[in-house]
């Protein structure tokens, strides 16, 4: 969901990687500006929470902004997201300026 006045908006899916301490995690945004890289995070919680990243804040690969305005990431992260509890998904401005939340949304789990 769109944050702060922006249009950035995308979805997200997080499931086991290839062994017990890793996750494979997809990563689609939309309305965002050309050009830009957006750093993103798992955090504990929900939406306005400011919980804690899961794992490593740098094993998060940023998404980069087509012409289109369009971005996608594809990465396995280094650890093992749990699979209950509350979480939920930050789109940072910029690695620069980590507190502006440009999108947010949390995450539910498969039944």
Do not use: R
Request: net charge negative.
């Amino acid at each position: 969901m769109p944050q702060g006045g922006t249009t950035v908006a995308g979805a997200v899916s997080v499931e086991p990687g290839s062994s017990a301490s890793s996750t494979h995690a997809t990563v689609t945004i939309s309305g965002g500006e050309a050009g830009v890289t957006y750093p993103w995070h798992v955090h504990s919680g929900k939406c306005g929470d400011n919980g804690a990243v899961v794992g490593q804040a740098g094993a998060y690969t940023p998404i980069k902004i087509g012409k289109d305005g369009n971005g996608k990431v594809d990465v396995t992260l280094p650890f093992a997201i749990p699979d209950n509890g509350a979480y939920y998904v930050n789109i940072h401005k910029s690695a620069t300026d980590m507190g502006t939340i440009v999108s947010c949304g949390n995450l539910s789990m498969a039944m």
